[in-house]
C-alpha cells in the first residue's frame, strides 16, 4: 500500500472526465475517484455535484476551468464519443481542445487508460489531441495500486524519481600529457632508478589462496583519478665501510592514476614510504609507470 498522501489547507482540485459505458464502468470511475478523495485530492465528479435538474454541461465548462487537472478515463467508446464529439463526452473534449489551442499547459490533462489499446488503430482508447502525452495505464486491476500512486505523485508533484545535483564539468586530460610517445615511459629498475616494481600478478599465481588480486578486466579499466596499490622493491643505499651491506626493501604503496599512454599507466605515489629516512630513491609524489599485472588492489 502507498504511503497516504497527507492533506494540505489547499488540496488540489481535479475534475473527472469519462464516458457513460455502463452502469459498472459508472461504479468503477466512482471508486476510482473515492480513494483518490480519501489521498488528499478535491475529485470533482458529476455522480456526486451534479443533482437532477442542474445543467451537466454547465458543471462541466466551469469545472474544466476551474480545476488544477482534468483526469480523462479513457475507453474505446470514450474514444469515439471524443472523435465524433457526441453526448458530454463529444462537448468536454471540444472545450478541453479550445483550451489546448488557446495555449493551456498540456499537463494539466492527465489521460487514464482503463480500457482499449494505447496505438493508434481499431482498438485505440485516446483521443487524437491526447496522443504522445504520457497515459497512466489502468487496465489491469492488479497493478492499480501502482498506477495510482503514480497518478497521486503527478497531482501532488511529487516524482518518485528526482534528477542527480549536476556536478562539476570533467577535468579533461590536456594535449601534452596525451602526446607522451610509448618509448620515452619505462619502467623503473634497481639498477637505474634505486627502484621497482614487482608483478602482483606473478605473486598471486605463487599464493593464490592467501593473495588478492582484482580481475583482468578491472586492472585494464584504470582511469584517471583511481588510486591502485602496487608492490615496490626499493634499494637502500650501503654503508661504505661495509660493501656487503646493501639491501632492497619490500613495502605495497599507493598510486594516484594520471594517466596511461600505450599498454603503460602513469601515476604520482600518494604514500610516504617508511624508508624516507634511508634513501632517496623514491619518495611521495614521484612519477610511477607501471602495467595492469602489477596492480593488486583499486579504490
Given amino acids: 500500500m502507498y504511503q497516504e498522501l497527507i492533506l494540505n489547507n489547499n488540496p488540489p482540485r481535479v475534475f473527472i472526465s469519462y464516458s457513460w459505458d455502463s452502469e459498472t464502468h459508472k461504479d468503477w470511475v466512482r471508486t476510482f475517484s473515492e480513494r483518490l478523495r480519501l489521498n488528499g485530492v478535491d475529485i470533482r465528479l458529476d455522480q456526486w455535484h451534479v443533482m437532477p435538474g442542474q445543467s451537466l454541461t454547465q458543471f462541466m465548462e466551469s469545472e474544466i476551468v476551474a480545476c488544477d487537472h482534468v483526469i480523462t478515463i479513457c475507453t474505446r467508446n470514450y474514444f469515439l464519443k471524443s472523435l465524433g464529439r457526441q453526448g458530454g463526452v463529444g462537448y468536454e473534449q471540444q472545450i478541453i481542445s479550445g483550451h489546448l489551442a488557446a495555449g493551456v499547459h498540456r499537463g494539466k490533462f492527465i489521460p487514464v487508460v482503463r480500457e482499449g489499446e494505447f496505438e493508434v488503430g481499431e482498438k485505440c482508447a485516446i483521443p487524437p489531441h ?51 610517445e610509448p618509448e620515452e615511459v619505462r619502467l623503473a629498475t634497481l639498477d637505474l632508478d634505486g627502484w621497482q616494481l614487482n608483478s ?100
Avoid at 577535468?171 to 607522451?180: C, F, G, M
Fill in 130 to 180: 491526447f496522443l504522445g502525452i504520457y497515459a497512466i495505464d489502468v487496465r489491469n486491476d492488479l497493478d492499480l495500486e501502482r498506477s495510482q500512486e503514480t497518478l497521486l505523485r503527478t497531482v501532488f508533484k511529487q516524482p518518485l524519481l528526482s534528477a542527480p545535483e549536476i556536478g562539476n564539468m570533467p577535468t579533461w586530460v590536456t594535449d601534452d600529457r596525451n602526446e607522451i
Fill in 200 to 299: 602482483g600478478l606473478a605473486q598471486h599465481h605463487r599464493t593464490p589462496d592467501t593473495f588478492y588480486m582484482p580481475s583482468a578486466k578491472e586492472r585494464r579499466s584504470i582511469v584517471e583519478g583511481d588510486v591502485v596499490k602496487l608492490i615496490f622493491e626499493i634499494s637502500i643505499p650501503y654503508d661504505p665501510e661495509d660493501p656487503e651491506a646493501e639491501q632492497t626493501f619490500g613495502e605495497r604503496m599507493w598510486v594516484l592514476v594520471t594517466n596511461n599512454t600505450g599498454p603503460y599507466y602513469l601515476g604520482t605515489l600518494n604514500n610516504f614510504p617508511c624508508t624516507s629516512d634511508e634513501q632517496t630513491n623514491l619518495s611521495y609524489g614521484d612519477k610511477v609507470v607501471f602495467l595492469p599485472e602489477h596492480v593488486i588492489d583499486i579504490q
